[in-house]
């Protein structure tokens, strides 16, 4: 499966942004899927991951309550919406995409995900 991420920019603090995965080449309702972020000389780490169904959803405690993840697999997407964005905030967030055909499961490892996106940058500024 290819991901193209999208929907990043530039966002001042306590702004929103809405980053989407569309997927092509396989069908997404088979994938678990999961947002990672790596910043600046930093580590990539975990976001927010959804079930192929979309039943099961986890989000990093650092932007909880400032994220919901969705998907619609009858578009092939998935969505993230961030709100009250932070400077700390500022990362390239790359979407990934793990199959479970015969699971319904999230992971928040990053290293169980096969297949990655390109990233989009997302930019706060203060």
């Known amino acids: 499966v290819q991901l193209q991420a999208s929907g990043g920019g530039l966002v001042q603090a306590g702004g929103s942004l809405r980053l989407s995965c569309t997927a092509s080449?396989?069908?997404?309702?088979?994938?678990?899927m999961g947002w990672f972020r790596q910043a600046p000389g930093k580590e990539r780490e975990f976001v927010a991951t959804?079930?192929?169904?979309?039943?099961?959803?986890a989000y990093t405690d650092s932007m909880r309550g400032r994220l919901t993840i969705s998907r619609d697999n009858a578009k092939n997407t998935v969505t993230l919406q961030m709100n009250s964005l932070k400077p700390e905030d500022t990362a390239v967030y790359y979407c990934?995409?793990?199959?479970?055909?015969?699971?319904?499961?999230?992971?928040?490892?990053?290293?169980?995900?096969?297949?990655w996106g390109q990233g989009t940058l997302v930019t706060v500024s203060s």
């Open positions: 959804i079930s192929r169904t979309g039943i099961y959803k």
């Open positions: 990934a995409a793990d199959q479970k055909i015969d699971s319904d499961l999230v992971s928040r490892d990053g290293s169980v995900y096969d297949f």
């Open positions: 080449g396989r069908a997404l309702s088979n994938y678990m």
